[in-house]
């Protein structure tokens, strides 16, 4: 942008007006799973075809654009890296970063999010009957020696959500898996 152009009172007002709409993104997620296999928007209970037909649930974080006029231009989130917490001790046991894939997606694109709506995109998975869980990353890391799954324990996150027009937004997960499918916690570190 060339800061000269704002001394003119239109360059200026436009300015402000960009800046006032601007997206203000913003990561969610909320832990609803409840006896009787209920699911959420960010809790899914699905049949993995990659897995036999396996019983599988899907943890999702939502990505919104609140209150912000503009969309946020292609939109991913980056796996940064990969802690194992054990004791309180945190170690770092992946940090290659990679991207994660977006909910209903099967492509590997990147995603425009518009203002006031909310996009999903896949984080882990477990399946029945497997002692470990599932990092969704996206297909085009699939031969490239991305971590993929993970056993059982404590796990720190932290992901980044990048786009075209804004800054950065940084977040942690921690993420408790103790074997049993149905049980794993997520939850993200405010």
């Known amino acids: 942008m060339d800061y000269f152009n704002l001394l003119n009172p239109t360059e200026l ?6 800046w006032i709409g601007r997206p203000k993104p913003e990561i969610k997620f909320e832990y609803l799973l409840l006896i009787g296999e209920k699911e959420n928007a960010y809790c899914h209970l699905r049949i993995n075809n ?10 999702r974080i939502g990505i919104k654009n609140n209150s912000g006029k503009q969309l946020i231009e292609n939109a991913d989130v980056r796996m940064e890296k990969i802690e194992r917490i054990n004791n309180g001790i945190k170690t770092i046991i992946f940090n290659t970063p990679f991207f994660l894939h977006w909910a209903n997606d099967n ?5 425009n999010i518009y203002p006031e709506t909310e996009e999903f995109l896949d ?9 470990k869980f599932f990092i969704f990353h996206k297909s085009k890391h699939n031969i490239s020696g991305i971590i993929s799954n993970l056993p059982a324990g404590e796990y720190l996150f932290t992901v980044k959500l990048l786009g075209r027009n804004i800054n950065p937004v940084e977040k942690r ?15 993200i570190e405010k």
Not at 13 to 18: A, C, H, P, Q, V
Not at 50 to 59: G, K
Not at 123 to 131: A, H, Q
């Open 123 to 131: 984080v882990v998975f477990t399946v029945k009957d497997f002692n």
């Open 13 to 18: 007002i436009k300015f402000i007006l960009n």
């Open 50 to 59: 990659s897995f036999d037909n396996r019983r599988s649930w899907f943890f």
């Open 173 to 187: 997960i921690l993420i408790n898996f103790n074997n049993d499918w149905y049980n794993l916690k997520m939850s």
């Open 107 to 111: 492509t590997d694109s990147s995603r």
